[in-house]
T-cell receptor
Framework: GAGVSQTPSNKVTEKGKYVELRCDPI?????LYWYRQSLGQGPEFLIY????????DSGLPNDRFFAVRPEGSVSTLKIQRTERGDSAVYLC???????????????FGPGTRLLVL | AQSVAQPEDQVNVAEGNPLTVKCTYS??????LFWYVQYPNRGLQFLLK??????LVKGSYGFEAEFNKSQTSFHLKKPSALVSDSALYFC??????????????FGTGTRLKVLA
């Protein structure tokens, strides 16, 4: 079956612009996670959705970052007034059930490589 | 606070030899522990996880990991390395929720290079 997909695969933007990154989770997965991976680092947790609601957004670095999942499936990560430091690979993952149900396995998408010039 | 340490940036091993990739963790309660592998230009792939029970966990592609509570370690192992195992490996930990968070914390990764 189809895995997690993310679009675009690459995004180049200018400092100060607004960007949207999209994630399509595995069908039927109720939990969705966003991570940011900088060069030479491991994935850094940003936000976790259970259904339509953000169950934990404690990893969002500041109020320029926002994410939505209006119908409990596709999610969009939105970054306002982008800065050069936002350049990274943004990873999305989904799991069948959320972390409150146990040690569920996350399935990752290939990521969106964001470059802010 | 939760944390994960992967003390080696790179591990080199000859093909056919056993390999170990190290991981230590710190959580406030009991941990859930995971290993993921990342190939170039591909997403992270799940290898194995420890929930509870047997300290030796078997996973995909012949990998296994040993949970050691006293040493707070979860080292990844394979009895006989293949060149195709060369990749970037990440250890991750999650608190069972007793601290009020369900965040996953990933290590910085260890690059495994298997030499033919």
């Amino acid at each position: 079956g189809a895995g997690v997909s993310q679009t675009p695969s690459n995004k180049v933007t200018e400092k100060g612009k607004y960007v949207e990154l999209r994630c399509d989770p595995i069908s039927g997965h109720t939990a969705l996670y966003w991570y940011r991976q900088s060069l030479g680092q491991g994935p850094e947790f940003l936000i976790y959705f259970q259904g339509t609601g953000a169950a934990d957004d404690s990893g969002l670095p500041n109020d320029r970052f926002f994410a939505v999942r209006p119908e409990g499936s596709v999610s969009t990560l939105k970054i306002q007034r982008t800065e050069r430091g936002d350049s990274a690979v943004y990873l999305c993952a989904s799991s069948l059930n959320g972390p409150t149900s146990g040690a569920e396995t996350q399935y990752f998408g290939p990521g969106t490589r964001l470059l802010v010039l | 606070a939760q944390s994960v340490a992967q003390p080696e940036d790179q591990v080199n091993v000859a093909e056919g030899n056993p390999l170990t990739v190290k991981c230590t963790y710190s959580v406030s309660g009991n941990p859930y522990l995971f290993w993921y592998v990342q190939y170039p230009n591909r997403g992270l792939q799940f290898l194995l996880k420890y929930i509870t029970g047997d300290n030796l966990v078997k996973g995909s592609y012949g990998f296994e990991a040993e949970f050691n509570k006293s040493q707070t370690s979860f080292h990844l192992k394979k009895p006989s390395a293949l060149v195709s195992d060369s990749a970037l490996y990440f250890c991750a930990v999650r608190d069972m929720g007793t601290s009020g968070t369900y965040k996953y914390i990933f290590g910085t990764g260890t690059r495994l290079k298997v030499l033919a």
